[in-house]
């Protein structure tokens, strides 16, 4: 029996700290965050839902494919990925923010075998810098951190029942599988990668409008594509 995998997409933030409006309809390299996140799913998911603003239904519905599911988001992060996991029916969801566009391929197969095998995960990547307390300037081992990145995926069912618990206790994350550990399950970790940058404030802008041409002659993504095709996971 195959399994079907979404890709969930909360892009309904300000974008406070960029400046430049809701940050998912920013450009980078002749594209919106939210196109760019959609495009890398297209070819490895059975169903993509995202949720933007009320007031961007009708650009989003302008900017995607037909077959994408809109939806508006909540007040935080949470809540919109738990109105995100009502509104898809898939057994396994792959969460990502909006604001890295460049997701390569190999990540997003790595990310639906580990969900396979362990029901939860998350993409991480080596702590380049080293790392200080700002009130103590104690150090820490970098060789035993990893800084998260997304995609992180679920088995939906563990997800909701996460998000359930979470919304009963009173608890508020902006990391879907910290809501996974406090059940006691564990996360495997899944190598990610350096491109997979977040665009949060100015700068970070810039360098990803500098990546963007680099990254589409590679990947050859160029134009959104039809994204509905039976699952290769199994």
């Known amino acids: 029996m195959s399994v079907k995998v979404a890709a969930l997409i909360p892009a309904a933030g300000s974008g406070q700290r960029l400046g430049q409006g809701p940050k998912a309809f920013v450009e980078v390299g002749g594209r919106t965050l939210l196109e760019r996140a959609v495009t890398n799913f297209t070819q490895h998911v059975d169903e993509i839902v ?28 949470q809540e919109t990925v738990y109105q995100l996991l009502q509104a898809c029916t898939a057994e396994v969801v792959l969460v990502h923010d909006a604001a890295r566009p460049f997701l390569a391929a190999d990540v997003i197969e790595r990310m639906k ?25 104690q150090t820490h081992d970098r060789s035993k951190l990893r800084a998260v990145q997304t995609p992180q995926g679920f088995r939906r069912d563990l997800i909701l029942r996460a998000h359930d618990a979470a919304n009963a206790s009173g608890a508020h994350v902006t990391d879907d599988a910290s809501l996974v550990r406090a059940l006691g399950e564990p996360v495997a970790l899944v190598e990610g990668s350096s491109w997979l940058l977040k665009v949060t404030d100015p700068s970070q802008l810039e360098l990803a409008r500098a990546l963007a041409p680099h990254w589409d002659a590679q990947h050859n993504r160029a134009t959104l594509t039809p994204y509905l095709k039976p699952s290769s996971m199994l």
Request: glycine share 6%; charged share 20%; net charge negative.
């Open 113 to 137: 075998v580990a969900v396979l095998e362990h029901h939860a995960a998350s993409v991480v990547t080596s702590v380049a810098d080293s790392l200080i307390e700002a009130a103590t300037g």
């Open 50 to 77: 995202v949720a933007v603003p009320s007031e961007l239904h009708r650009e989003a519905k302008h900017l995607l494919p037909d077959d994408v599911i809109i939806i508006t988001g909540g007040a935080t992060r």
